[in-house]
């Protein structure tokens, strides 16, 4: 699993950064790969990042994320013992 956080200079760098990341990212099941973060509590950005990976996605752009959550789901990825998720790439935007 290879999880980047991208902290908030990336407008200078990458202006279009949905369309930056988007090329980038794994083939997955043709769902769209984006969350917004600010709909969850960082409990539920984890559960609904299951939910997407269970559903086959092995790309997941995640805009706005807060502190709590990019250290929720860093945590969370130490957590895959098995491999099992050694093919899934998580991009972690990180707000304002």
């Not at 600010?38 to 706005?64: K, N, P, T």
């Amino acid at each position: 699993m290879d999880i980047h956080v991208i902290n908030r200079d990336w407008k200078v760098e990458a202006p279009d950064l949905m369309g930056f990341v988007t090329a980038r990212l794994p083939a997955s099941t043709g769902a769209v790969p984006y969350i917004y973060a600010d709909a969850y509590a960082a409990d539920g950005l984890l559960e609904i990042l299951e939910v997407r990976v269970a559903r086959g996605e092995r790309g997941i752009l995640v805009m706005d994320c807060t502190r709590a959550q990019v250290q929720a789901v860093l945590e969370w990825s130490s957590c895959d013992d098995e491999g099992q998720l050694q093919d899934l790439e998580i991009f972690l935007v990180c707000r304002d």
